[in-house]
């Protein structure tokens, strides 16, 4: 009797009783091999050196193999690159002895990428040792194409929102793009995961959108605000806020919205949080959102050279951004990745002054 034979005799042991006419069920091999066969799922039965031992009818429609092409070889030599998986759920349950799950692409027939689910289910004998693995992989291809679909059309609604701001303030829009690019380039250096790099461009394009809320003429005031306007300016987070918040896909970017003017000492606004309080992308988008202000032209004010602003924000370390952020962007500037600025003014003193303090509301609206 052959291991597998074996097994099918423990699993047969387990089941006994289990029977619609209230016997135990025979022939469980074929009734196993049947139930394996029309199964609409990829089943692979895969020994602990890693060989095919078993694999099913559905597998073989997904990849295009044959069970007589692959039975007793590899299952990486088959299915992947000549050695195992990264993350492999096969090689997890024959370590941990547990259930293991993942989630991989591959080429299926005609070498069409698919995306599969896999649970590798280690089947274990008598002396608590895997006797072989059992992967069952489910093709959700069909699920990704629409996830990517809707994740377009989250973008388009991205999109279409940061067109909304340029269409009511052009410099609000350009600056909203230009600050999006060097908050990403921040979250690469300090090697963030992909997706807060998503969600710290999202949150960058979209971090004024409350300006919506404020008046045109203060907007675009070319004189010193008002200290009732100043007010009103600051309310800029909590109406991007508001907007944003009820979005199921924008909650979290919300809320780092709404932070985006903290500051690491608890002097900003609109919640006077202070260091780890603030969510590290707001902590983020703060020190990208002061140097792209500061270093273009507005309507009230010029801009500053690139020398004077990082003279300005050197100040503030620990004060206004946090170090850490701070650090990293000007590891960023250092190596010259930041894209070039469509209007930049040019070197030497700005307005007769060669050291600023920390722009104003009215500087930096």
Not at 259 to 265: F, G, K, N, S
Not at 302 to 318: D, F, P, T
Not at 351 to 363: D, E, H, V
Request: charged residues 25%.
């Amino acid at each position: 009797m052959d291991s597998l034979e074996q097994d099918i005799y423990y699993i047969d042991t387990v089941l006994k009783g289990f029977s619609s006419v209230g016997k135990p069920l025979q022939n469980l091999k074929t009734f196993i091999h049947n139930v394996l066969g029309h199964i609409p799922c990829e089943v692979a039965i895969i020994s602990p050196h890693f060989e095919l031992l078993m694999v099913n009818k559905e597998l073989g429609r997904i990849t295009g193999l044959k069970e007589n092409m692959v039975l007793g070889k590899l299952c990486y030599d088959v299915f992947g690159s000549g050695k195992p998986c990264p993350n492999c759920p096969v090689k997890a349950a024959l370590t941990t002895k547990t259930v293991q799950m993942n989630t991989k692409k591959q080429h299926g027939a005609k070498r069409k990428v698919v995306y599969v689910e896999q649970m590798a289910i280690p089947v274990m004998n008598e002396k608590s040792g895997v006797d072989y693995v059992i992967e069952i992989s489910r093709d959700i291809t069909h699920e990704v194409v629409l996830e990517h679909q809707n994740k377009r059309l989250f973008m388009q609604t991205v999109t279409s929102l940061a067109q909304l701001i340029n269409s009511r303030d052009h410099s609000t829009g350009e600056h909203s793009a230009r600050m999006r690019d060097i908050a990403v380039q921040i979250g690469k250096e300090m090697g963030l995961p992909h997706e807060v790099i998503e969600e710290i461009a999202i949150a960058g394009i979209l971090h004024d959108i409350g300006k919506i809320g404020i008046p045109e003429k203060i907007l675009k005031k070319p004189s010193k605000l008002e200290q009732h306007e100043y007010q009103l300016i600051q309310k800029h987070p909590e109406i991007g806020y508001q907007a944003l918040v009820n979005i199921s896909e924008l909650n979290r970017i919300a809320e780092y919205i709404l932070y985006h003017h903290e500051a690491y000492d608890g002097q900003g606004y609109p919640a006077k949080k202070r260091g780890n309080e603030i969510p590290l992308v707001s902590r983020i988008l703060c020190v990208a959102d002061v140097y792209e202000a500061i270093t273009a032209d507005r309507i009230y004010r010029k801009a500053m050279n690139s020398e004077q602003a990082i003279e300005l924000m050197c100040k503030e370390r620990g004060n206004k951004f946090d170090p850490a952020v701070l650090d990293a962007f000007f590891k960023v500037l250092k190596r010259g990745t930041l894209p070039p600025k469509r209007c930049y003014f040019g070197r030497g003193k700005v307005s007769g002054r060669p050291c600023w303090r920390i722009p104003t509301t009215s500087q930096t609206r």
